[in-house]
Every structure is written in C-alpha cells, then in structure tokens.
C-alpha cells in the first residue's frame, strides 16, 4: 500500500531537482507532499469502504467530513460506512444529503431509496425512486423498484422490473431468490420454485435459496429433498425446515419422520430438530 506512495515522494523530489533554477524549493516540495497526502487520504478512503471494520469506517469519514463538508466524496463514503454498519435511519439521512449536494448523480438516489427501504420507509422509498429519470437503467435501480412493487402487492409490475434486474446483472441468483420469494407470498408455488432452482443454478452456494425452494416444495405437500448441491449440515437443516413445514400443514407423523432423519443426518448434535421433536413427543 505504501509503495506507489514512496515513489510519488521520490518523483516530487527529483522534480525538485529539475526545476530548482527556477522555483523556491521549498515551496515546491510542500506542494509535492501536500499530492502525496491527497493520494494517501483517497487510498485509506477505498480501504475503509471495503476492508475496514465499518465502525471504524464510520468515525474516519465523519472526522474526515468535518474537516472537509464539501467534499461529496466523502459524504458518499459515510453514508455507506453507516449503511454497512447496519445504522439505516442514520445512512438514510447521510443519503439524503449527498443527493442534496451539488454533483449528485441517480445513483445516489437510488443509493439514498435503498437506505429508506433498510429502515423500513418504504413510502419515501418510492417517492425518491419515481424522481429518478426513466433512462437510468441500473440493477440497483430495477431490484428496488420490484421491492417497492412487491410491498404495494403491485405483482405485474414487481415480476417486470424482477425480469429486467435479471437481464441487467451477471449475477442475478440473488435476485431470482427475491423473486421467488414474491411468488412464494403470492401463493404462486410452481412458479416459486422454478425461481429457487433458477437462483441454485445461478449460485450453489446460496443457501437461503435453497431453504426457501424446500419451502415452496412442502407447500404443495412435496416432502422430498431437491436434487441440488448441499454438504451434511445443509441437508439437516433443509430437513429441519421441510419438518416444520409438514408440522405446519397438519403433516404431523411425516414431520416427526423428517425431524429424526435431521437429527441422524446432522454431523454434530441438532439441537432445534431436538427441541421440536420432543415437543411433539411430549404432545
């Protein structure tokens, strides 16, 4: 990290060098330090947004917009830090004031609607997405709009802005999960679980994808396991799942079955499946 910043030090120098015939060296060099911090502060920036601990994130942009409330950059930098700091109410307002500074763009629109959706304001949400122009045509974008769709119940419009974030990113697993889950509120099983092994397909790694498939399953009474990828522990939990989903359905004798084949196929002790199973035993 520390070396492209030694070698602008030592460019600064020999251009001090070079050119000391006709500038006060010392003013020349001060000049090239004060470069130097200003590569410095935007290298520790890009490391707090990424790598830091985001509390930490935090207090370094608010010191670093206080020394300096103009810089948009760093308002951006706080308004994320607060929102990967999980503090949404306070990255909503950070949001809120970037898109009021000069230079904001429709990306920090959309950021400032995603805060609002994070601390539940799903009212301003829309509001702030329906002011952003038609031709900004991002992924972000469209995945909020189907949200904001889906909490208005608005399904046409939710599975249309699903289907254009889907066209719109090279990693869409998440998204088609999203989207399932919509169907799977809607009461639309069959097309729920198209969009759960969809999202598998796309991403083997994803297991919430792969719970809520075993959902979408046990709600139309299909209690067997998918043929997906999954290690032990995933297949226990998944049977723990489809368990209570069974339980629920009134299923309850094929749920005991399921929550003893959990606890059998878990490689340590499960002890929710435990728990659930002598509950039931107990009556």
């Known amino acids: ?76 930098g706080l308004a994320a830090s607060l929102i990967r700091a999980k503090r949404a109410a306070d990255g909503a307002n950070a949001w809120k004031k970037v898109t009021e500074m000069s230079g904001a763009t429709s990306d920090d629109s959309v950021e400032y609607a995603d805060a609002l959706i994070r601390s539940g304001d799903w009212a301003s949400a829309e509001k702030v997405l329906d002011k952003v122009p038609p031709t900004h045509e991002t992924f972000k974008r469209y995945r909020l709009e189907a949200l904001v769709a889906d909490s208005n119940k608005e399904w046409k419009k939710s599975d249309s802005f699903y289907q254009t974030a889907v066209g719109l990113t090279t990693t869409p697993g998440s998204v088609m999960n999203n989207w399932g889950y919509s169907k799977l509120t809607r009461g639309d099983y069959k097309g729920a679980e198209q969009l759960f092994s969809d999202a598998i397909r796309q991403d083997s790694g994803l297991f919430t994808a792969k719970n809520n498939l075993v959902l979408a399953r046990a709600a139309q009474r299909d209690y067997t396991l998918p043929v997906i990828p999954m290690d032990q522990t995933e297949r226990a939990q998944l049977l723990h799942t489809m368990a209570l989903s069974a339980i629920k359905k009134g299923d309850v004798t094929t749920g005991k079955g399921l929550l003893r084949e959990a606890i059998d196929t878990h490689p340590q002790h499960f002890e929710a499946a435990v728990r659930s199973l002598r509950a039931l035993e107990n009556g």
Request: proline residues 5%; contains cysteine.
């Open 1 to 76: 990290m520390r070396h492209p910043i030694l070698l602008a030090v030592c460019i600064a120098g020999a251009s001090v060098v070079a050119g000391c015939a006709e500038k006060d060296p010392n003013e020349t060099v001060e000049r090239a330090f004060e470069d130097v911090n200003a590569l410095d502060g935007n290298d520790l920036s890009d490391v707090m947004l990424t790598v830091a601990d985001p509390n930490e994130a935090v207090i370094y942009f608010q010191r670093v917009t206080t020394e300096k409330p103009d810089n948009i950059a760093h308002q951006r």
